[in-house]
């Protein structure tokens, strides 16, 4: 392996962002609030994006690539206009938005993130 690996928080399952090789790696994103709906859930997974991605030395400014699960593609527009505010201060970064069965019934959203280093 070339360059230094470097994990920041996280648990005993998982780090919260690995950086390599002049990228940043996320972990996979989700809300913890039960009771919003998608434009809540969105807007607080891409809140703590922006807060590994500081923590990390970073922004949204320096995203490479951007993969979202929705647990319904009825929540796609919802998402979307989520999306379009917290990318219209950047050139947004690659995406992919696939539905998919998320790990607890009330996550509606999770979000996985690579950034450049700031």
Not at 30 to 43: A, C, F, P
Not at 55 to 63: H, I, K, M, P, Y
Request: with cysteine; net charge negative.
């Amino acid at each position: 392996m070339t360059g230094t690996l470097r994990k920041i928080g996280g648990s005993s399952r998982f780090s919260a962002i690995a950086i390599h090789n002049g990228q940043v790696h996320l972990a996979g994103q989700v809300s913890q609030l039960k009771d919003g709906d998608i434009e809540v859930q969105s807007r607080d997974v891409f809140a703590k994006v922006d807060a590994l991605l500081a923590e990390a030395g970073t922004s949204r400014q320096n995203l490479i690539s951007v993969q979202i699960w929705l647990a319904d593609m009825d929540d796609y527009a919802g998402m979307n206009a989520v999306w379009d505010e917290w990318v219209a201060d950047t050139t947004p970064p690659t995406r992919v938005c696939v539905e998919a069965r998320m790990a607890q019934p009330h996550y509606r959203i999770e979000v996985l993130a690579i950034a450049a280093e700031g």
